[in-house]
């Protein structure tokens, strides 16, 4: 009788893990990048259940961040282009600067490298378009993409 109260003890337990684990948002996200300026993924969904959010940049190529550095920015939609513009020259700084129009970002990165930044969701707004992009001079072309919050 008591192994089948264990047994029963450890399906409910278990299936209140399952349940939680389904129920949780994913609020981490990883990004590869490489020496040819690309990364793989040009949408990312915020669910707003997230407290934080995580971004894993992870540069997969062979070359320096002097020569082929990524990072990852992140404005809403339209401050990306004069963001992108107005730290075009911060070469000193990464091409990053103090501009309260960037809501979060990583440092730059070259190849075999890695960084993690994280972000408050709650810095984010429904219904806000969000842009994403790598202020490495002349890589905003082929690195950016869209965030969004959701439900």
Known sequence: MANVKLVIVSLV????AINNAIASPNCTVTIHSNDQIHWGIDDIKVSKACETFTINL?????????VMGHNWV??????????AKAVILEKETDYIND??????HSKLIGGGQRTTISFEVNQLQQ??????????????GLMQGTLELVD
């Open 13 to 16: 337990m278990l299936v209140g």
């Open 127 to 140: 219904g806000q378009q969000y842009s994403y992009f790598c202020s490495y001079p002349e890589h905003i």
């Open 74 to 83: 992140l404005t809403k939609e339209q401050d990306k282009e004069e963001v």
């Open 99 to 104: 501009d309260p129009r960037i809501i979060a």
């Open 58 to 66: 992870i540069h997969d190529g062979h070359l320096d961040k002097g």
